[in-house]
């Protein structure tokens, strides 16, 4: 499957509304196309499951990062208490798993938090000040009224002139070509 290049390169057909967008997204994947983005002044329902978007390594990575700042804070505990600077209070063996379990949960939420954040910054190519589409006729609309579906010239099924008039028949209003 053809990967979206981050590089602008596509066919960005406006929509009056959010149903025309879902039905052009719908009927664009029944056609075969996959390299499709859309972009919403508010969340529209079935949109993410009509551009068949997955998101599936930021719980690995949630999970990998957890499981990282557990057992560190563990490790870190053990070691600080039992060998660095052992303390005898009340009696208690000097390596009690049971008193680190508290902080070393402290540091497995943190861990997992910093590492999605982390990992959404970098998935997301953050931070980005200026991308290609911010330069299409119209795109500022999109945080108020107006619906628009990009369509990646590196889709193995793009043709121009026959995707344009595909979207126009699924009631595109505009259409521009913007190339990187």
Do not use: K, Q
Not at 106 to 120: C, K, N
Request: aromatic share 12%.
């Amino acid at each position: 499957m053809a990967e979206w290049t981050d590089d602008g390169a596509c066919l960005l057909a406006h929509f009056d509304n959010a149903d025309d967008l879902l039905r052009a997204v719908t009927r664009l994947r029944e056609e075969g196309y996959r390299l499709l983005e859309g972009y919403t002044p508010f969340p529209v329902d079935g949109l993410a499951e009509a551009l068949h978007f997955e998101e599936r390594r930021l719980p690995r990575i949630a999970l990998m990062g957890a499981v990282f700042g557990g057992a560190g804070g563990m490790l870190m505990l053990w070691y600080l208490n039992a060998y660095d600077f052992p303390i005898n209070v009340g009696g208690r063996p000097l390596d009690a798993w049971a008193a680190f379990a508290l902080p070393a949960f402290e540091m497995l939420v943190l861990f997992a938090v910093l590492s999605v954040i982390g990992a959404m910054l970098w998935f997301n190519g953050l931070p980005r000040l200026h991308h290609p589409l911010f330069d299409a006729r119209g795109f500022e609309r999109v945080s108020s009224d107006r619906f628009l579906l990009a369509v990646g010239r590196a889709d193995p099924l793009f043709d121009a002139e026959r995707s344009g008039r595909l979207l126009e028949e699924l009631g595109a209003v505009d259409l521009e070509m913007l190339a990187p």
